[in-house]
């Protein structure tokens, strides 16, 4: 007979068998619950969505938010129209401003060239002409006036038109012709 040893169990070494099958099986039910939980979120983010796309399509639908949107795009239109307008007349605000050879600056030149004994009565300008209708003490005082006037930027010529001898004063009447501004130049922004 033989002896029964007790503690040949712990004596003896365990060898671990690795089972290819168990772990085959492991992976197939970690593959079948990653892709039963892909499934249910999928299907709640699904839900979520469909809910979202109910909300916004109620309120797309909703007759106040239709009106209110037809509202706008006839606003946004008008807005439009009035956008090109403003940029038309400000295009042609610039083009006047271009062309405009009689301004303040070119009267406060005017007024600088004149004598101390020389009173304007009427001052018209028409285009590139400015008519000037004085009155001076001598003939002398227009002559340097009209000198001066010669003297300005952009003056083509100067004339005198008439001089009258009223009561010891002179009246005359003295045309400028300014050069041609070249009108057909493109601005460029």
């Known amino acids: 007979m033989s002896d029964l040893n007790f503690f040949e169990p712990y004596i003896e070494k365990r060898e671990f068998k ?28 699904i839900g979520n969505l469909q809910e979202q796309v109910a909300n916004r399509r109620a309120i797309a639908e909703d007759p106040k938010t239709v009106n209110k949107y037809n509202e706008i795009k006839v606003l946004e239109e008008e807005m439009a129209v009035f956008r090109q307008e403003v940029d038309n007349i400000i295009k042609m605000d610039k083009t006047i401003a271009r ?17 101390e004994d020389l009173f304007l009565t009427n001052l018209n300008a028409s285009g590139r002409d400015l008519q000037i209708s004085a009155t001076a003490k001598d003939s002398k005082t227009i002559a340097e006036f009209s000198k001066g006037l010669g003297l300005i930027n952009d003056v083509e010529s100067v004339f005198i038109a008439s001089i009258n001898n009223v009561e010891g004063n002179y009246n005359f ?12 130049e493109q601005e460029i922004q």
């Open 173 to 184: 009447v003295l045309n400028t012709i300014f050069k041609d501004v070249n009108i057909d």
């Open 18 to 45: 690795f089972n290819k099958i168990i772990l085959l099986y492991l992976l197939f039910v970690l593959c079948i619950a990653a892709v039963a939980t892909l499934g249910v979120y999928n299907y709640i983010q």
């Open 99 to 115: 062309t405009d050879i009689i301004s303040e600056d070119l009267i406060s030149e005017v007024k600088s060239k004149m004598p």
